[in-house]
């Protein structure tokens, strides 16, 4: 016999599914230094009809924005990363040893596919 209640709940494929789905990865940039690149290069695409040379130049600033908060983002990551596992006794931290080994993957690939 059909049970409706039973056919609108999700089912336990769809719980594991979701259970097993790994967390967004951490944004390099902080929000408010995201934003502040993206406005300026929202400013240079609103202007470029009035004022193209100006545009390009400020499209050019946030680019360089963008990669010197990006290279101090990175720095600051790199430094954690290796302090974390940096003097670590391999038998007794393994775990950790683990963990920093699994960051630096998951950032490097983040870069690599960018």
Do not use: C, K
């Not at 039973?6 to 944004?27: K, L, V």
């Not at 690149?37 to 946030?62: C, K, Q, S, Y």
């Not at 940096?86 to 040893?97: I, M, S, Y």
């Amino acid at each position: 016999m059909y049970d409706q209640t039973r056919a609108q709940q999700p089912s336990d494929q769809d719980r594991r599914r979701t259970e097993r789905r790994p967390a967004a990865p951490e944004a390099l940039l902080p929000p408010a230094e995201r934003d502040a690149v993206l406005d300026r290069l929202r400013r240079a695409i609103n202007t470029f009809p009035d004022a193209p040379d100006d545009a390009l130049e400020e499209a050019e600033g946030a680019f360089d924005d963008a990669v010197n908060h990006l290279a101090n983002a990175l720095a600051e990551r790199r430094r954690a990363l290796h302090e974390s596992w940096r003097g670590q006794d391999p038998e007794t931290h393994a775990e950790e040893l683990r963990l920093a080994l699994r960051q630096y993957r998951e950032v490097t690939q983040r870069l690599i596919r960018m």
